[in-house]
């Protein structure tokens, strides 16, 4: 008996779902010429005495090179009703092999069923958290990204279930969008957060790219990072939450610096405020 044949014979069990054994593993293992194997088969089949394994075969090609051979896939039962003319040590060799052949196939169920077993939320959550937290990210910044790894690794995502759809920063200092920071800064104009958002890109602090859907998502520069922290805010229309940076009071300060020394203002800003 061959490896080319084992593998035929395992993989055509592993596909159908249920073991099965070829007429050319059959004849291998009898030691018999296949044609013989297949007129058997054929005969059995005529008189109705298989009656658990299809009629038609399929086109087996060794992977050795070799001419492409039709063989017929045969359960258990009919395959001992085909070797029941021969000798006790064929059917012997039989039986041994089905028995390779079904732990093969429920060793392989063991391993899918394995592979496809979802890692706990919080073992996930816990060891994201800290690679996180090893590689700078503060406490608030190592949750989110620990909560998104969760949803893509488990398929949920911990915080929002907790009613943590927005996550404050680990000093508790209140953070502000770019419309608050127009707000703040006296831009004028009926899209505040424009405002906001261009004046931080004019001054450095962040750049953006467009998504799948041409919209700007926004990013801090490496000059914008500490007043940046990243929070997931409740989405406005649906369930869940998105990941959006906001900003420390403190980027205020940089802001009114740039709008100061700036030799022609830009055009949404009003008077700003004096530097203090």
Not at 213 to 233: I, S, Y
Request: hydrophobic letters at 35%; a positive charge.
């Amino acid at each position: 008996m061959t490896n080319n044949t084992q593998a035929i014979t395992i993989s055509s069990a592993l596909s159908s779902g249920a073991p099965t054994m070829s007429s050319r593993e059959v004849a291998d293992i009898c030691g018999a010429r296949h044609n013989d194997v297949v007129a058997t088969i054929e005969r059995l089949f005529e008189n109705g005495v298989l009656r658990e394994s299809r009629k038609t075969t399929r086109t087996y090609r060794p992977e050795k090179g070799g001419r492409p051979t039709e063989v017929y896939d045969l359960t258990k039962r009919d395959t001992l009703v085909v070797v029941s003319g021969y000798n006790d040590e064929v059917r012997a060799k039989i039986i041994d092999r089905w028995i390779e052949l079904e732990k093969g196939c429920a060793d392989e169920i063991r391993t899918r069923k394995s592979r496809s077993r979802k890692p706990s939320v919080a073992s996930i959550f816990k060891s994201r958290f800290a690679i996180g937290r090893l590689i700078g990210l503060d406490e608030n910044q190592a949750a989110i990204a620990a909560g998104r790894a969760c949803e893509k690794k488990c398929g949920e995502n911990p915080l929002p279930d907790m009613g943590l759809t927005y996550l404050e920063a680990p000093t508790q200092q209140r953070t502000m969008t770019a419309t608050q920071i127009a707000e703040a800064l006296n831009l004028p104009g009926k899209q505040p957060g424009m405002a906001g958002n261009n004046l931080m890109a004019a001054a450095g602090l962040q750049t953006f790219h467009r998504d799948k859907r041409n919209k700007k998502v926004w990013t801090p520069t490496e000059a914008g990072m500490p007043f940046a922290r990243l929070c997931d805010v409740g989405k406005g229309h649906s369930d869940g939450s998105v990941p959006t940076y906001q900003w420390l009071p403190s980027v205020l300060e940089p802001l009114r610096l740039h709008l100061a020394t700036t030799v022609e203002a830009p055009p949404f800003t009003k008077n700003p405020e004096p530097v203090s």
